[in-house]
Structure formats: structure tokens, C-alpha cells
């Protein structure tokens, strides 16, 4: 044996286990609810970004645990492209009705009606949501804005802090974050600016996943094996809708099909699934070979840099 | 991307797993061109955490710059101009699971700023991975991250020797340079340090019975006959390191619902540092000294009987005792934590600019926030001898591990960092532009 160990201590006594060792998710659920009360106690206008996606609806789940059995002391806020399926608004409308909570919508719409925005030659929205977030947190006054973001979507995020401070334009400057150190987190900002908190940082998809079984978290139904008309087109299943139809060559057909990801119609598809619960969701996630932002999300492949230049900007 | 998984009877199996593995956070770090990138690229494609839209543009990636191999470090390097320098520039964090356990890695550059980087990354290790390169043992940078690692008390280390293929596995070579990190983790205060033999490009050892796809294995290295570096992370056991310690808990907040349902509920919410809570326990509160009884723990999963290290929990007291955010929570017959408005210890600078004597500054140690007066340096870690060395400045520059005091402008409650990893680090801030300026490990009062 040439592996080389000190032994322990001599002397060192140890107290027999209290409690079995905490599971990853329930980790990661008290990491989270702890950077959820940290926001609540050191912001003043602190406000969740909630779109009706998973990975909102589980970070709303824990902000409602954070502070249970009191009500959760955060507005909502969705910006709206007008690109969303009806399911996930009705999902979104009814969270919102069960919890009583504040709801702010920033439409996309709205800046392209009255000029602020210009529509893409591609319709697709996505890019056009940073304008209508960073004028509604001005307008609303919000100094902390949670987000669903995970450090394993993209590489980008990967290099995340969990407390971010944004400058007075949104902005994300990688090389001037902030060492986030022990769990001790920094959200001192200016006026004018504000933090971005990601509570999830360190969940996977998978854990996600795990989490909303576990919890038995409500989704929106189009997460689930369902019908659906769609259409091919650079390898997504793509849905009618406000954002377009088939072109030339397109060929719309019924399929049964799941999303691993809300956005923008224009740009997020559905993938082929016979997973109707979330068992079979889990065992699905578990087995893809594929990332759920590569398998579902146009916009993010665009280029090896596509999300780091959103963020900078200001995006989510 | 539209095949269609099929589905078998064992649907809750993943569920299952999923729901049950635990997890460990891990820190890598090794100085310029040990192999870190890869050898983490390694550790991500082995476990197949790489899916294959991931393993796709790498692949693009790399024949776009022209090499015929798979550059497994264009993977981590998230950062465009990463990327085009070929460089690390800041902590990225990776994950990857194996059926026992899942792992959230923090991948340090040991390029520029690693001192605050490898800091950054260490505050939250529960292990470290540090990579030496076998045909260079222990360079003055190695030194640094053992010494950094030691200073932030991280409970294990594990050190990859690599590129032994270069050496063609030499045992002689393995050993001479686990003797020197022997050494030089002994100078730091670091106890469990363990060395593995590995090739990060081929795998061998990093992963057990690892085959490449270029061919077999190198018999040159079947000496080796301990775990590979996966197994040694995936069996390292953590249960103590936090659980074992006293009862810590800083209340983040006072949980007070006031509605008709709860009229009367008032709850202190907070993260159990360190130690273990029942009900029925007697607790004091620092710094107001003020005591009551448990009467009961809400925690996401229902009310418990006893928390633990780690868990995120409302604590209900018998009395309506001072004890608001701020507060710290300890056993009322244990250790207590020590109230103090002047703090003496050891600080990482982590700012460009360097600190002043009579510097403003804010300091937050658990959930206080506290303005302070910062003194001058009184020694300086030199790296390379392993030693404190008196201060020749009286500021502390980027990079700097220093000894150092602050002057608080009223007293906190706070361990000695070597008791408790989380309630005797604190922050240095910058009031101004709320810049993080410095982690301080909290040492021993200073003698009056």
C-alpha cells in the first residue's frame, strides 16, 4: 500500500452519528433557503423572477419554506415576451392566485409598441427580455432579484457568483466579481444598482429533478409526455404559436413530446418523451446524453459565447 | 436529439438514486501547467458528466485551434478570453456524480490571483484535490495552495502526482515527491494528506479501471495499488469534520407570521453551523448572554427533534429572549463563542488595492454586520520558508496572507477559526464600494 494517510489524531473522540448524513438535495434545499433568508434580511426591495419553468417553481417552493410558516415576503416578477404557451401562463396566473403573492409583469410587447425594442428579423425574443427586466427594477425600485440560474446550464454560469452585484445598466463583469467566501455572502451595493442571487447555483437538473419528486413541486403540464403538434427544424420540435409556424418544407406533425425548458416558442423545443410522471422524468434526465440547453435552446447555440454576452449585457 | 428513451419498469430507481447519494464539495488546485484543466475534464468525462452536445463543441472547439486531440480544458474554461489565452481566470464550478455521491468542484486558476481564488474556492471545501506535476514535486506554488488549504483548515487533502507517465511511472519518483509534500503539509498544520499516482491525459488512477480509447492501460504503473482518485473522494468521510463540533447557529432572521393562523409563532431562522440542537436543550444567546429552552425545530422536512450541521432550520424558544439577526446560538453548558470588539487574526487581502492602518472598513462574521477600525500588519506568511515574518509595511498588499487586527465599533460573537470553520471567518468591506477586501480567520485575543 503506497498511499500515504496520517492517521486521526490520537485521542480524538467521536460522537456516534445524531442523524444519517443529509442527501445532496436536502443539501442543496438548505444551502438555498439560507441564501433565500439572507436576501429577505439584507434587502429592502428583494423580488423573485418567476416565469412558470421549473426551475422558478422550485425556487418559489423554497422561498415559501424560507419563511414558513409566515408568508414569503417577495414580489414576483415574469418578463413576458408574448412568446409563451398558454399552459405555462395559466400555470404561472394560478401559482399566483393560490399564493396571494405580488405579481409584476414586464411585457416585451410593450417596449416594441412603443419603440424602446425593435423585433429581431428571426422573431426571436429572448435577447429582447434585458431591456424590460433592467427598466422594471428601476422602476420598482428592486435591490435584489432572485433567479433560478444554475451553474450548470451553460459555462458562462458556471462562473457565477451566487451573490452577483449588477452596476446601474445590469451589467456582468466577470474579471470584478466578488470572492464569495465560507457562506458568508456580500450584497452591499450603491443606489442604482442592485444583486442578482442564485440560491440554485449548485443544483444540476438532475437534482432538479430529484427535488420536484421529492417535493412533489406542481409544474407546468407541458413538462410531462403530452400531444402536440410540431415541427422539425434544426433539430427541435418547434409548436405553432404567436411566434410562427412551418415554412417551406416544414411539416407539421402530431408527436408525443415533453419540454425540457420554457422560453421564448420561437426558440425553445420540445424533445420526444413517453415520460408521463416524474419517475419517468427523472429516469429521462438521469440517461440524456444531451444538455437541456443544448437539446432545447437555439439561442444558446449560437456561439461558444452566446450566454456570457447576454449576461454581460445584463440578461438573467 | 429526438430519439425517445425508452422507459422500463424501474422508473423510481433513478428516482431513488438521485434522492439518496450525498454530496461532497471539493476544491482543485495546482499551479501553471500541471494538467488541472484535464485532469478535472478528466474527472468530468469519466463520470460522464460531459453529455455529448458538451463533448460536440469541444470537439469543434478544439479542431478550430488546430489540435487533433480532444482538449478536454476548453471544457472548463467558460470565459471567452479564457479561452483565446488558454488560461483559467476565475473559479468556475463543475459537477459530477458518481452512484455513491455527487460532487460540486471548484476549479481554481493557478494562474493569476490564485492565492485569492484558491481562498475563495477553499472557504467552502469540505476536500481539496491539489495537483503536483511529478517531474517538477513541489514548486513554490504547491507550497502556497498546501499553505493556503491550511490556513482555511480544510479537513483533507488528496494530491494528484501527475503526468507519472512522463516519468514512466517511476515508484522512486512517486515517493520522493510525496516526501516533500509530507513536508510541506506538515509545515502548514495540514493532517490528512494522502498522495495518489495519476495521468490525467491518459486517466490512469484518476478513475478505477480506467481504459482509454486510444488503447490499454500502461503496465509501468500497475504498481500502484491503492484507490483511484475517484474512489479516494468518493469514500472520504465528512459525517464529523462539522457534527462533532458545539452547537453553533447564527439567526439569520426572527420568523413572525403574525396571521390569524399563527398569531403567536415566533421562530429564529438560521443555518446550524456546526454542532448538533435537540429539543429540550438549553441555549444562550451571544452576544446579548440572554438563555432559553428548545421547544421545538421547523425544518423543510417537518418538525425534527434534532438538527444537525448543515441543516436550514427555525428554532422555537420558550422564552422571548433578545435574539434577533446578529445573534449567535450555542449551547448554554458548552463552549461558548467569544464576544469581542477587538478581533485579532489571520487575513487573506483579496482587493487590488492595498489595506492602511485606520482603514474604515465593515466587517460581517455570521449574520453581523459590524463597523471597524483596521491596524497595521504585524507579520507576513512567507511561502516559501513556511514561517511568520515581521511586517516590513504597515499595509497589506494582493495576495498577502497576513496577521492582523480590527478595532470593532461594538462587540460580536465569534469563534477562533481552529474551532469552528463557520462562525470564525468573517468579511473585510469596503464601506465605500462594498468591495470584499479580505477573509480573516479569526485567532486567539490578542494579550491585554
Not at chain 1, 44 to 55: H, I, N, Y
Not at chain 1, 157 to 178: C, L, M, N, Y
Not at chain 1, 250 to 269: A, F, H, I, K, N
Request: with cysteine; charged share 25%.
Amino acid at each position: 500500500m503506497t498511499l500515504t494517510t496520517r492517521p486521526p489524531t490520537p485521542g480524538a473522540t467521536r460522537a456516534a452519528d445524531p442523524t444519517p448524513p443529509r442527501s445532496t438535495i436536502r443539501a442543496l434545499e438548505a444551502e438555498a433557503i439560507e441564501i433565500i433568508r439572507e436576501v429577505i434580511a439584507e434587502f429592502d426591495r428583494p423580488a423573485l423572477l418567476f416565469s412558470g419553468g421549473k426551475d422558478s417553481a422550485v425556487l418559489l417552493h423554497l422561498a415559501r419554506k424560507a419563511t414558513a410558516p409566515a408568508p414569503v415576503p417577495l414580489a414576483l416578477l415574469h418578463v413576458d415576451t408574448g412568446h409563451n404557451l398558454p399552459e405555462v401562463l395559466a400555470f404561472r396566473d394560478r401559482i399566483v392566485a393560490e399564493g396571494g403573492h405580488r405579481l409584476v409583469v414586464a411585457r416585451v410587447e410593450e417596449w416594441i409598441a412603443d419603440g424602446r425594442l425593435q423585433e429581431r428579423a428571426d422573431g426571436t425574443r429572448n435577447p429582447l427580455q434585458t431591456v424590460p427586466l433592467l427598466d422594471t427594477i428601476a422602476a420598482e425600485k428592486f435591490d435584489a432579484l432572485l433567479g433560478g440560474g444554475r451553474r450548470d446550464e451553460d459555462r458562462a454560469r458556471a462562473k457565477e457568483r451566487i451573490f452577483s452585484v449588477r452596476d446601474g445598466f445590469g451589467g456582468w463583469d466577470p474579471r470584478r466579481q466578488r470572492p464569495e467566501l465560507w457562506r458568508l455572502y456580500n450584497g452591499r451595493h450603491a443606489p442604482g444598482e442592485h444583486a442578482r442571487v442564485f440560491p440554485l447555483s449548485n443544483w444540476t437538473e438532475l437534482d432538479v429533478w430529484a427535488y420536484i419528486a421529492a417535493e412533489d413541486v406542481a409544474l407546468p403540464e407541458i413538462y410531462y409526455a403530452h400531444e402536440r403538434d410540431v415541427w422539425l427544424r434544426d433539430g427541435m420540435w418547434l409548436t405553432p404559436g404567436p411566434w410562427g409556424a412551418p415554412r417551406d418544407g416544414e411539416r407539421l406533425q402530431r408527436r408525443t413530446v415533453r419540454y425540457r425548458t420554457v422560453g421564448d416558442g420561437s426558440c425553445t423545443g420540445a424533445v420526444d418523451s413517453q415520460a408521463r410522471t416524474i419517475a419517468q422524468v427523472v429516469a429521462e434526465v438521469a440517461a440524456s446524453r444531451l444538455t437541456e440547453r443544448g437539446a432545447t435552446r437555439a439561442d444558446d447555440r449560437l456561439s461558444e459565447a452566446a450566454m456570457e454576452d447576454r449576461k454581460r449585457e445584463g440578461y438573467f | 436529439m429526438t430519439s425517445t428513451l425508452d422507459l422500463g419498469e424501474a422508473d423510481t430507481a433513478a428516482a431513488d438514486l438521485a434522492q439518496a447519494r450525498s454530496q461532497l464539495r471539493l476544491v482543485v488546485a495546482g499551479s501553471v501547467d500541471d494538467g488541472k484543466s484535464t485532469l478535472v475534464g478528466r474527472l468530468l468525462y469519466d463520470t460522464k458528466s460531459i453529455l455529448a452536445d458538451q463533448y460536440e463543441a469541444i470537439e469543434a472547439a478544439s479542431r478550430r485551434r488546430g489540435s487533433d486531440a480532444v482538449d478536454l480544458a476548453l471544457l472548463t474554461d467558460g470565459l471567452r478570453a479564457e479561452r483565446e489565452q488558454g488560461i483559467t481566470i476565475d473559479v468556475a464550478y463543475r459537477y459530477f456524480s458518481t452512484p455513491r455521491r455527487s460532487f460540486v468542484l471548484a476549479d481554481t486558476p493557478g494562474h493569476t490571483q490564485y492565492t485569492r481564488n484558491t481562498v475563495t474556492g477553499a472557504s467552502t471545501a469540505q476536500a481539496a484535490i491539489v495537483l503536483v506535476d511529478a517531474r517538477q514535486g513541489v514548486l513554490p506554488q504547491t507550497r502556497r495552495h498546501l499553505a493556503v488549504l491550511g490556513l482555511l483548515r480544510v479537513p483533507h487533502v488528496v494530491v494528484a502526482v501527475n503526468k507519472m507517465d512522463l516519468v514512466g511511472w517511476d515508484p522512486a519518483v512517486f515517493a520522493a515527491v510525496t516526501a516533500q509534500i509530507d513536508a510541506a503539509a506538515a509545515a502548514v498544520g495540514l493532517a490528512d494528506v494522502r498522495s495518489i499516482p495519476v495521468s490525467a491525459l491518459t486517466g490512469q488512477h484518476v478513475t478505477p479501471d480506467h481504459v482509454t480509447p486510444e488503447g490499454e492501460l500502461d503496465a509501468a504503473g500497475s504498481w500502484y495499488a491503492g484507490p483511484s482518485l475517484l474512489e479516494c473522494v468518493e469514500e472520504l468521510d465528512v459525517s464529523h469534520d462539522d457534527a462533532d463540533a458545539p452547537f453553533r447557529m447564527p439567526v439569520q432572521l426572527v420568523v413572525r407570521p403574525r396571521t390569524p393562523e399563527h398569531p403567536d409563532y415566533r421562530g429564529l431562522a438560521g443555518r446550524v453551523a456546526a454542532g448538533t440542537v435537540r429539543v429540550g436543550d438549553r441555549v444562550t444567546a451571544w452576544p446579548s448572554g440572554l438563555s432559553s429552552t428548545v421547544t421545538g425545530i421547523d425544518s423543510p422536512v417537518g418538525p425534527l427533534q434534532v438538527a444537525v450541521a448543515g441543516d436550514s432550520v427555525t428554532v422555537l424558544l420558550a422564552d422571548e429572549i433578545d435574539a434577533g439577526r446578529g445573534q449567535l446560538l450555542a449551547p448554554e453548558d458548552g463552549p461558548a463563542p467569544q464576544v469581542r470588539a477587538q478581533l485579532t487574526g489571520t487575513a487573506c487581502w483579496l482587493a487590488e488595492r492595498g489595506s492602511a492602518p485606520r482603514q474604515r472598513v465593515l466587517v460581517k462574521a455570521g449574520t453581523a454586520t459590524v463597523r471597524g477600525l483596521l491596524g497595521p500588519v504585524e507579520q507576513v506568511w512567507d511561502v516559501d520558508t513556511s514561517n511568520w515574518a515581521p511586517a516590513m509595511n504597515a499595509g497589506a498588499a494582493l495576495n498577502d496572507i497576513v496577521r492582523i487586527g480590527v478595532t470593532l465599533a461594538e462587540p460580536i460573537a465569534v469563534d477562533r477559526y481552529a474551532d469552528s470553520r463557520w462562525t470564525g471567518g468573517a468579511l473585510v468591506i469596503d464601506p465605500d464600494s462594498g468591495a470584499t477586501l479580505a477573509a480573516l480567520m479569526v485567532g486567539d485575543p490578542a494579550p491585554s
